[in-house]
Nanobody
Framework: QVQLVESGGGLVQAGGSLRLSCAASGRTFSSIAVGWFRQVPGKEREFVAAISWNGGRTVYADSVKGRFTISRDNAKNTVYLQMNSLKAEDTAVYYC?????????????????WGQGTQVTVSS
């Protein structure tokens, strides 16, 4: 079992930056892949970024490539999502998720555990 807690969300102006954190406890953190997804009301949860268990592989949605960076610190059981050059369309609830097995990293159906989410609001 893995418990995930997101933090770092908030209100920011367009062009600004935020860093989200996903703190994990439970199962050995260093053996699991972690992804970030986001969701707005009335829409499906969409993939943002993912990182493999050792950080050796990362994948990003086209919409955030070049602006967002995912990283992890296994010593702190934490995964980060650095978000730069934020746009109004980045506004959503952001969720981190953990997968016991890395497949593509981008499908929400690969993930076994989910956090409660953190709100990110970008004002234009």
């Amino acid at each position: 079992q893995v418990q995930l807690v997101e933090s770092g969300g908030g209100l920011v102006q367009a062009g600004g930056s935020l860093r989200l954190s996903c703190a994990a406890s439970g199962r050995t953190f260093s053996s699991i892949a972690v992804g970030w997804f986001r969701q707005v009301p009335g829409k499906e949860r969409e993939f943002v970024a993912a990182i493999s268990w050792n950080g050796g592989r990362t994948v990003y949605a086209d919409s955030v490539k070049g602006r967002f960076t995912i990283s992890r610190d296994n010593a702190k059981n934490t995964v980060y999502l650095q978000m730069n050059s934020l746009k109004a369309e980045d506004t959503a609830v952001y969720y981190c998720a953990a997968a016991k097995t890395w497949l593509s990293g981008s499908s929400r159906y690969e993930y076994d555990y989910w956090g409660q989410g953190t709100q990110v609001t970008v004002s234009s």
